[in-house]
């Protein structure tokens, strides 16, 4: 069973305390879910000032909103499902929905690359995905959306969904098998195995050094 | 081979969530606080709306029979200062008559120019009453030193903003300053009234 990282229990008395307008209330609720909100749009932009904005836009609007929240679901769906709307709508806007989403099928064959590669190398693969294969990819494996729901969520069919997340994993066993060599950009390629070496591209350097450990609090 | 094994059981969806969480290069919630203050704080905005429309109301009763029983030439800070005040806590701007709360203007800058004049107007016009004004009773005190407090916040944020972000800013600051001047004109009126009286009347009258 899948568990989001927006599976985070609120006191009651907060969210009331919050929707009653005090800004202290919003600002623990704001820094409890600030995470979250920010790597559930990065995955799907994969572009950190994007990302950012999507976390301000969705964090007001959930500010903004609060009073229509009703106790009948968690907390936490409510807010991502503001967050995730968010980040889609971001994702129309640039056009990045309908990008060419049709990754080249490979069957899995052996153990999956993921296992050996380290957070570095799957993050810079990820990026390399097209959007929308990235997107599903992270709903259904870590946000354990549905095929159903995520097909309604992009207006796409269940098995858009479904074919998807098969050419999207098996785009990544490719990616993770073959990385460019550092040190011969056009030399020999070889494994993303544990001797992983820091990526040459600007992009990923900036996105990894994003990366922290969660939050104490 | 134990990679192998560990390989086959460690899914696509593990290795995903094993991802740390991301932290956002810069701290957003300083920019989405600015942006909430002046939604939150309105039910403080009317707790102390109420009560100081009802106060400027009674002085401004009592200043009016003080001077009817004492007929007497205003000093120049009173017809200057409270017609200007008047027009403060109307929101009317005195140079165009046009409100600064409502303002239409499709320009932006024009809007924020407008903003920060009123801003400096309102300001102006506290500095030269601050030392004529009655002090303060302990309500309006405690919601004057409110309202100034967040009008601190608020320039913390302004100094922090860039321009373009700033107009939300300069509204709050605006609307506080007007709050801040409702309470504050009711005590200056007050002051100037009890003054005029005192300057010819016996102390039995005074007092």
Not at chain 1, 116 to 125: F, S
Not at chain 1, 144 to 160: D, N
Not at chain 2, 80 to 99: F, I, K, L, R, Y
Request: charged residues 25%.
């Amino acid at each position: 069973m899948t568990t989001s990282f927006f599976e985070l229990e609120l006191p009651q008395e907060l969210i009331d305390r919050a929707k009653a307008g005090e800004l202290g209330a919003f600002e623990r609720i704001y820094r409890r879910f600030e995470r979250p909100v920010y790597t559930l749009a990065l995955r799907v932009l994969h572009d950190a000032e994007g990302a950012r904005e999507v976390l301000h836009d969705a964090m007001l609007k959930v500010f903004q909103r609060i009073g229509q929240y009703r106790s009948d679901a968690p907390f936490w769906a409510w807010l991502r499902q503001i967050a995730l709307n968010e980040a889609l709508m971001r994702l129309r806007r640039e056009r990045k929905l309908d990008d060419d989403a049709d990754v080249e099928y490979i069957a899995d064959e052996g153990a999956p690359p993921w296992v050996r590669a380290d957070a570095l190398a799957l993050e810079r693969a990820l990026g390399e995905l097209p959007a929308l294969t990235r997107s599903v990819l992270w709903f259904y494996h870590v946000e354990g959306y549905s095929h159903p729901e995520i097909a309604e969520m992009l207006g796409k069919t269940v098995s858009f969904s479904k074919s998807q997340v098969a050419r999207g994993t098996a785009r990544l066993r490719v990616l993770l098998e073959v990385v460019p060599d550092v040190d011969t950009p056009d030399g020999p390629h070889r494994p993303a195995g544990a001797q992983h070496e820091r990526p040459s591209s600007s992009n990923s350097e900036s996105m990894s050094c994003l990366i922290e450990t969660p939050a104490l609090s | 081979m134990s990679d192998r094994n560990a390989g086959a059981e460690l899914s696509l969806a593990e290795a995903l969530r094993a991802l740390p969480l991301a932290a956002p290069p810069r701290d957003v919630w300083q920019t989405l606080a600015a942006e909430l203050a002046p939604q939150v704080r309105r039910p403080a905005r009317r707790r102390f709306a109420v009560p100081a429309a009802i106060a400027a109301g009674v002085l401004a009763i009592a200043a009016l029979l003080l001077t009817q029983t004492r007929e007497r030439p205003a000093p120049q800070i009173a017809t200057v200062a409270p017609a200007s005040a008047s027009s403060v806590a109307n929101g009317t701007n005195a140079a165009n008559g046009t409100s600064v709360r409502n303002v239409a203007a499709p320009d932006p800058e024009a809007q924020l120019t407008a903003l920060e004049s009123r801003s400096q107007q309102l300001e102006r016009w506290l500095s030269e009453t601050r030392a004529a004004a009655a002090p303060l009773p302990g309500q309006d005190l405690a919601a004057a030193a409110e309202i100034e407090d967040l009008i601190g916040l608020v320039d913390v944020e302004l100094a922090a903003a860039p321009r373009k972000d700033a107009m939300p800013l300069w509204r709050y600051r605006v609307n506080l300053l007007e709050d801040l001047t409702a309470l504050r004109y009711s005590n200056y009126r007050l002051a100037e009234t009890l003054t005029t009286a005192s300057n010819g009347a016996p102390p039995d009258r005074i007092n």
